[in-house]
């Protein structure tokens, strides 16, 4: 599920194209068409839904529209009729199945109903305001509906993250099949207390069990403590019984991890390790454990002088200092191979503060986020790294949401999309291709006639295929949005 913030959407036009031999498809509304608030791929047939109001001056309808693998727009249907109550939380496929989740508040009973419709890929209602759950309308509630597909993609979690305060880590969960249908829901309850206790990512497997990645602090998380843990948590659905699997990394401070599962339920937990301290990096780790909890493999190499020389001189690298402010995405900073080997996407990220005093005299520190260099590390089967590749470049805004990169993986290499102004060159959506064996390809513009006022959104944008992928931007400071279909 894309969700669109409302306040960056506009009418979307087709005034740029994308250079030869990239562009797909693209969709192009004009400015007489509503706004959609969110979108979504499907892979059964190659192609687009989104969902947002019916019309362009009222917002009491909400419309789903869907569109072919041209992104030709194929049918629209009136999912219901806003009350003043009702909020999307979500829009998800799963199969042929179109999902669309509403929760709704109830005054008089004071409660929270949420309840979803479902159509197929020809517009057909195949249910209508299914009730999920009722509950108390408090403040726990008040959370987020997420998803996260399978592997396969046959296999749907919604679920949310309660807000329970000092009692235990609590999640409320929603599970569909392939066909569409509601299977079952229920709580996952973990000991740990929910003010010490931080989700890093989440995961269904391909047979509709839940793993939970996450961060254990001995004290309040609002204290900011280095004293943590990391754990992956197993919750199998059909048993509805829950247990903690062990990683066990040696002595090592455990900058940061990440994981994904195999078709089989296999878990790889990999990330960094630093001899100094949590906020630095100083080697890889890899952790390959049973679904039964059996540790499979297990390995730590610290990172070449000869790789660390591209950040340090000579003297720090032998006084042992390591780098920082490199971060792996919980979601997609780990990438499995066919051979048993992965890939590692890490990003540098930092902020800095910019004073200043405001119209009234009130002295006020603006954050600025930077965003710079990519690493990209290669890890064999056996857990040894095979290279690293960098990717230079330098981002820095008061505003994040158009900062940071796109990745996709396709036959040739792993693609790096990004937005960013090059000495010399123009401001534009550049990209960089990392070979099989590490190599960089030098930076390419992606849109023709891009300028200054447009804007690249990365975390809109997705992989669709092993040959494609969607790319999202806005053109003339928001007046201009567009969705487009790109060749790997």
Not at 187 to 203: G, H, T, V
Not at 248 to 264: P, Q, V, Y
Not at 303 to 327: C, K, M, P, W
Request: proline share 3%.
């Amino acid at each position: 599920m894309k969700k669109i913030w409302i306040a960056l959407l506009a009418c979307m036009a087709a005034t740029s194209s994308l250079y030869a031999q990239k562009v797909v498809a693209r969709l192009d509304l004009t400015r007489r068409d509503p706004k959609p608030e969110f979108y979504e791929y499907s892979p059964v047939d190659n192609g687009l839904i989104t969902l947002g109001p019916a019309s362009l001056i009222s917002s009491r309808f909400t419309q789903l529209t869907k569109y072919n693998e041209s992104l030709k727009e194929e049918w629209s249907v009136q999912v219901f009729e806003q009350n003043g109550r009702k909020t999307v939380d979500l829009v998800s496929i799963v199969g042929p199945n179109i999902l669309v989740f509403v929760s709704e508040l109830f005054p008089k009973e004071n409660v929270i109903k949420t309840y979803y419709y479902s159509y197929d890929l020809k517009g057909n209602l195949q249910a209508g305001e299914e009730v999920l759950s009722v509950y108390p309308n408090e403040k726990e509630q008040k959370v987020p509906l997420q998803y996260v597909l399978s592997p396969n993609k046959r296999k749907l979690l919604c679920y949310k993250n309660l807000q329970n305060r000092r009692e235990s880590e609590m999640l409320f969960y929603y599970l569909f099949d392939e066909s569409g249908a509601y299977v079952q829901s229920g709580e996952i309850e973990m000991k740990y207390p929910d003010n010490r206790f931080r989700i890093r990512s989440l995961r269904v497997s391909n047979q509709g069990n839940v793993f939970v990645l996450g961060k254990y602090y001995k004290v309040p998380i609002i204290r900011e403590s280095d004293d943590f843990q990391y754990l992956v948590y197993h919750y199998d659905l059909a048993s509805g019984q829950g247990r903690e699997l062990g990683i066990e990394l040696g002595d090592r401070f455990i900058s940061d991890l990440a994981f994904r599962l195999d078709k089989d339920e296999n878990i790889y937990v990999a990330g960094f390790y630093s001899n100094r301290g949590t906020d630095q990096i100083g080697g890889i780790l890899l952790q390959k454990i049973a679904v039964g909890g059996a540790l499979l493999q297990q390995s730590a190499e610290p990172f070449s002088a000869e790789f660390l020389s591209y950040y340090l001189s000579r003297t720090q690298i032998d006084r042992g200092r390591e780098l920082r402010n490199f971060y792996l995405d919980p979601q997609d900073g780990i990438v499995l191979r066919s051979d048993g080997g992965l890939l590692l996407i890490a990003e540098k990220f930092y902020l800095t503060y910019q004073s200043y005093r405001d119209m009234y005299g009130y002295l006020v520190e603006r954050p600025i986020y930077h965003y710079d260099d990519i690493i990209l590390t290669s890890v064999s089967a056996s857990g040894e790294i095979e290279w690293h590749a960098i990717v230079e470049k330098m981002q820095q805004s008061d505003i994040s949401a158009n900062l940071s990169y796109f990745s996709a993986v396709s036959s040739s290499g792993t693609y790096l999309f990004y937005e960013y102004k090059p000495r010399h060159l123009g401001f534009n959506i550049y990209y960089n291709v990392v070979a099989m064996d590490g190599s960089v390809t030098e930076l390419s513009p992606l849109i023709r006639d891009y300028r200054y006022g447009n804007e690249f959104y990365p975390r809109y944008c997705t992989q669709i295929s092993n040959k494609e992928a969607l790319m999202v931007y806005m053109q003339n400071r928001g007046k201009v949005f567009s969705v487009v279909k790109v060749s790997l």
